[in-house]
């Protein structure tokens, strides 16, 4: 029997980098969906969970996708929710590339790094890959976890809903400025960049000069780095005295993942992969 991955994209257009890792995970066919939210996806989730018999219902999924991780989680608890019995399939969450791209670049660093016990401040955190790096910091260990905004409201409204989901405890901060940046950073032995495409975060002498500073992470794929100094594909590399992980060093383990991610949703039809299961996946993929 064909494995069908049906594709629910909260934006308009379904994506296409979603579509080729889902062939490169195992799925054999694709149906995608754009535009689907908490209001509109009951027919289509009743149409995944009633069609095929109990033993075969592994062998279809959902995958929710699109680049608002509020209305991504929204759509899974809508989905999950429309679950009972056996009526059920397995179904992942990676709104913006937020669970896989965030556990490779934390996986990564604890494959080469003590997280535990250690102060991690989350740059430009507010987006889907910065709110879930924030949640996996302090899951794994951080004694203490910083999510930085422009905009000290929206940090603030992260972190409630990072602690209403997985009761990680972080704490919000606004970087307006380079003082306020440093502020933020002021102690902290990692730094994870999660910026936009093309934002520079902080510039060489900021991050060099930073004495306590001893991890960095940059999720940026295009230049300019979110991170100035570090090249793309560092992978563990040492700079100035830190541990440096470049966009497409965590970009390699991220697809790694997202491909593991996907076959995991056909092995069973009870799975949910959100934050949790998917760092504990990538975790097991760097040892």
């Known amino acids: 029997m064909d494995k069908l991955l049906l594709h629910f994209d909260t934006d308009t257009v379904p994506g296409t980098f979603d579509a080729v890792v889902a062939y490169d995970g195992g799925a054999d066919r694709l149906a995608q969906y754009g535009g689907v939210s908490a209001d509109n996806c009951e027919k289509l989730t009743e149409g995944a969970i009633y069609t095929r018999a109990p033993a075969d219902k592994k062998n279809t999924a959902i995958f929710i996708s699109g680049g608002d991780l509020d209305e991504g989680q929204k759509l899974l608890t809508a989905v999950t929710g429309a679950f009972f019995d056996r009526f059920r399939v397995s179904v ?33 955190g507010t987006g889907p890959v910065g709110q879930r790096a924030a949640v996996m910091l302090a899951a794994s260990g951080a ?21 209403q989901r997985f009761g990680a405890v972080i704490e919000a901060r606004q970087c307006r400025d380079a003082g306020e940046t440093a502020a ?45 100094g570090i090249e793309m594909n560092d992978r563990a590399a040492a700079r100035h005295g830190k541990i440096v992980f470049g966009g497409l060093g965590v970009g390699a383990l991220k697809l790694k993942l997202h491909r593991a991610c996907i076959a995991a949703l056909f092995e069973t039809n009870d799975r949910v992969l959100d934050a949790p299961d998917v760092l504990e996946l990538a975790r097991s993929l760097t040892h």
């Open 184 to 228: 933020a950073l002021d102690g902290a032995q990692i730094a994870f960049g999660a910026g936009k495409t093309g934002v520079q975060l902080l510039g060489l002498t900021q991050w060099r000069e930073l004495a306590a500073l001893e991890a960095v992470i940059d999720v940026n794929t295009r230049p300019p780095p979110g991170f100035e």
């Open 92 to 124: 992942m969450l990676d709104s913006g590339g937020c669970n896989t791209t965030a556990a490779a670049g934390v996986a990564l660093l604890a494959s080469k790094y003590e997280i535990a016990g250690r102060t991690a401040t989350v740059l430009a």
């Open 143 to 163: 004694r203490e976890v910083r999510l930085t905004s422009r905009n000290l409201g929206r940090a603030e409204q992260a972190c409630a809903l990072m602690k």
